[in-house]
């Protein structure tokens, strides 16, 4: 737990401020994490900006960033692993950043693994779910009548934010969705269905795919979104999502992991290692034959540099010839079905699939889709 004194000094900033902001990246180990950062959030009535892993629920009206023009005067980051953005960020405009996080407790130096040093006004060396329940306590020992009223009022804005976003969102779902290839959001709006009713994990990151289960699934427990690699290193996904697959099976859960394509291609052979253990675990490939956040960046490059992109495709791309994935997971032993380039042939390859891994196989529905 967090020093008593520097508790004290961060719940006195948190029930001063005027639009408080809860960032938690890796903060929540735990169902009790989740409750505990639940009560501060409606404490303070402040919005949980939730990242990484499932630490809030992404369908509580305080989930989110506040909504359009919410500007934080104090930031409380629990268990963020580099703190100096948002640290320069909130000092050039004259506001407060609290951190709390166990990463401290090994710092060495300014410059190291873990990141550069962050210039923040309260910096606890300490586990952030253990810090909470001290943290929650100080807060509602300082919330005086006038202050919960402010609160309260601030609380009614946030929430009308996040219902209006998730509205967006759903609107946002809609568009391509005949399109083909596939639109990631129809990939993910197809599959929600045919997987809210059990007990799910998703296993792969979401930051190349929009993030469109977390806007459009409902995530509030702690193992239903595991997070991503840390850093931008391909080659990760496919192998820890049948990891995590492999642990979520003593417990029954559902594994399902979107897998990128070109991620995929560092390490095939984990697919045999699924099929050989018998680990269940739904694999979607979202295959847009490409590596394509290095398409987008070469031709960002090409424009600022101002020369022709013709050879962007070059060490980027997976095509001449395009990659068989449903035929390699047969090869591989799995359950395999596609390239599927229809949405309209989506939803019942999907639930195929699902009923191979609900009898306790592994199965890949391979993907043809948009870029992005």
Not at 111 to 131: H, K, P, Y
Not at 302 to 314: E, F, L, M, Q
Not at 349 to 357: G, P, S, T
């Amino acid at each position: 737990q967090g020093d008593t004194g520097a508790v004290l000094e961060a719940a006195k900033l948190l029930v001063a401020a005027e639009s408080p902001l809860i960032m938690a990246q890796r903060a929540a180990r735990t169902p009790n994490g989740i409750a505990l950062l639940v009560e501060l959030a409606e404490t303070l009535q402040a919005p949980v900006n939730s990242s990484e892993r499932v630490n809030f629920p992404s369908r509580h009206p305080l989930a989110g960033s506040g909504g359009p023009g919410y500007q934080p005067d104090v930031t409380l980051c629990l268990e963020v692993a580099d703190v100096s953005g948002t640290a320069r960020a909130a000092r050039a405009r004259n506001a407060k950043v609290i951190s709390i996080s166990s990463g401290g407790l090994y710092q060495k130096s300014n410059f190291q693994d873990a990141g550069r040093f962050a210039d923040v006004d309260i910096d606890m060396a300490a586990d952030a779910e253990a810090t909470l329940p001290a943290l929650i306590e100080a807060c509602k020992r300082l919330i005086t009548a006038d202050r919960k009223r402010a609160m309260a009022e601030r609380g009614a804005k946030v929430a009308a934010a996040h219902k209006g976003g998730h509205a967006r969102d759903i609107e946002l779902a809609a568009v391509g969705w005949d399109a083909s290839p596939v639109s990631l959001n129809r990939l993910c709006a197809e599959l929600w269905p045919l997987i809210q009713k059990e007990d799910w994990s998703l296993v792969s990151w979401q930051g190349f795919i929009g993030n469109w289960p977390e806007r459009l699934w409902g995530m509030d427990k702690h193992y239903q979104y595991i997070g991503g690699q840390g850093a931008g290193g391909m080659g990760y996904g496919a192998p820890a999502a049948v990891g995590a697959a492999l642990a979520n099976r003593k417990y029954g859960r559902l594994s399902i992991n979107i897998q990128t394509d070109g991620d995929l291609m560092y390490s095939p052979g984990v697919l045999w290692t699924a099929a050989h253990h018998r680990i269940p675990l739904l694999t979607i490939m979202h295959n847009n034959r490409a590596y394509h956040q290095e398409v987008m960046h070469l031709q960002r490059q090409a424009g600022v540099s101002n020369r022709g992109g013709d050879k962007c495709h070059i060490g980027t791309t997976l095509t001449d010839p395009n990659i068989s994935y449903g035929a390699m997971a047969k090869a591989f032993g799995l359950y395999g079905e596609g390239p599927i380039s229809d949405p309209k042939d989506l939803a019942p390859a999907l639930r195929r699939a699902l009923d191979v891994v609900l009898r306790g196989e592994p199965a890949l529905v391979a993907v043809v889709t948009q870029p992005r």
